[in-house]
């Protein structure tokens, strides 16, 4: 299909069309590529967001009992499971490899009350290009 | 001590201190080695844009989100910062950090922060444009 499209970034699109030709294909062709990769990435992303939050219930949930009776251990969460409480980091972190849980997305993490922390960042000054 | 030359950065008015270290997954699987700029405006330990923060997997040793941890810039913008752990180490350096990072969506910038530091007698010197680190052991 033709469509018309606006703001698209100029000299991406001169980059984007010379890569098309390299590659010996229409440019057309090469959108419709680049349209489903995009696609399938944002997937990946919101799966992996899904997981995270699924992590953070777990973690919220399990706290008041998990400081009661093991403040200062650690804990491992992965993709919403409740994996164990360790005695240190070390351990911690060996049960993600014991576990096969490298890859996923889990936490390992510390049993302390929340506290608060504001990351600051600086400031630099750029010409302009 | 180990020494690191300023550097330009991109359109940046002036030369800046910049240190290059490994930086690894604590289980050492996957290891990279960057360049970060370092921001004695940033209070944390390291800040790490999210694509390196993809590549070593570090959201397989993730700290938990919370509502009470954010970041926010000189404008007072607010972001959400994710926190992983990772180990880094410096060339000519015996000594391993297990370091704090901090990423946001599309974090494209490395900068070492106040935190870090705190192990170090760090020495910026403007005339040879270079920064010393000296390892501090704790008593």
Redesign the interface.
């Given at each position: 299909m033709s469509v018309l499209i606006k703001d698209v970034d100029k000299e991406l699109y001169k980059k984007f069309k010379a890569k098309a030709v390299l590659k010996g294909i229409k440019v057309g062709t090469a959108l419709s590529l680049a349209i489903e990769k995009w696609l399938q990435e944002d997937d990946i992303i919101t799966d992996?967001e899904t997981n995270?939050i699924r992590?953070?219930e777990t973690?919220?949930k399990l706290l008041p009992r998990l400081i009661r009776d093991n403040r200062n251990a650690w804990v491992v969460i992965s993709e919403g499971e409740f994996i164990g409480v360790f005695k240190s980091?070390k351990d911690a972190?060996?049960a993600?490899?014991s576990n096969n849980?490298?890859?996923?997305?889990?936490?390992?993490?510390q049993i302390a009350k929340?506290?608060?922390?504001?990351?600051?960042?600086?400031?630099?000054?750029?010409?302009?290009? | 001590m180990i020494a690191f030359a300023y550097e330009s950065m991109d359109f940046a008015l002036t030369k800046a201190p910049f240190l290059e270290f490994s930086l690894a997954d604590p289980l050492g699987k996957k290891r990279t080695n960057l360049k970060g700029l370092v921001d004695t405006g940033y209070d944390g330990e390291l800040l790490l844009t999210s694509a390196s923060y993809r590549e070593l997997d570090l959201r397989s040793f993730e700290l938990p989100v919370s509502d009470l941890i954010f970041g926010e810039t000189v404008t007072g913008e607010r972001l959400d910062i994710r926190n992983s752990s990772a180990v880094l180490e410096f060339n000519g350096l015996d000594v391993s950090f297990l370091v704090e990072i901090d990423t946001f969506k599309d974090c494209k910038e490395i900068l070492i922060g106040r935190k870090f530091l705190e192990s170090f007698l760090t020495t910026l010197n403007g005339h040879s444009e270079e920064i010393g680190l000296e390892f501090l052991e704790k008593e």
């Open positions: 992996e995270r992590n953070n973690y919220n980091q972190v060996e993600v490899e849980l490298y890859g996923k997305v889990n936490i390992v993490s929340e506290k608060t922390r504001v990351v600051r960042f600086g400031i630099r000054r750029k010409r302009k290009a | -």
